[in-house]
């Protein structure tokens, strides 16, 4: 436990807590890679949507719709930074995910006559739930 304790920066830590460093340090890489198999497949699939079926069409709007999502996620880090100090960080990350939940389930009725309006309102609402977590 001696040398977790050093590698963690835990000095003081009881061994609670370095079995839960220790978890998490087996399960956030399965999580990092979970997550970017999940959002390469994304992007394929609305480009695939918003191209008509043609992947390599939907890509520029996908681009452009990922621009618009960050823009709305660097416009809106501060204030919700700021709501997460005042009301907590619990209820902030409560609402990211809730948020996330609800634009995916949008995302799962996206289909290649959807309108390009629903679609920035999606990457916008991903951007919003994106601003609330970080």
Do not use: H
């Amino acid at each position: 436990m001696e040398v977790s304790k050093r590698f963690f920066g835990l000095s003081d830590a009881n061994d609670d807590i370095l079995r839960l460093a220790q978890i998490m340090t087996i399960l956030m890489p399965i999580f990092s890679l979970t997550l970017m198999i999940s959002s390469t497949f994304f992007m394929i699939f609305v480009a695939e949507a918003v191209g008509g079926g043609d992947y390599i069409q939907g890509l520029g709007i996908v681009g452009g719709l990922v621009v618009l999502q960050m823009a709305v996620s660097t416009l809106l880090d501060y204030p919700t930074g700021a709501l997460a100090d005042l009301l907590g960080q619990r209820f902030i990350l409560a609402s990211a995910f809730l948020t996330y939940g609800i634009a995916f389930f949008i995302v799962s009725l996206v289909t290649s006559s959807t309108s390009l309006m629903l679609l920035v309102a999606i990457y916008a609402l991903q951007g919003f739930a994106q601003s609330q977590q970080s």
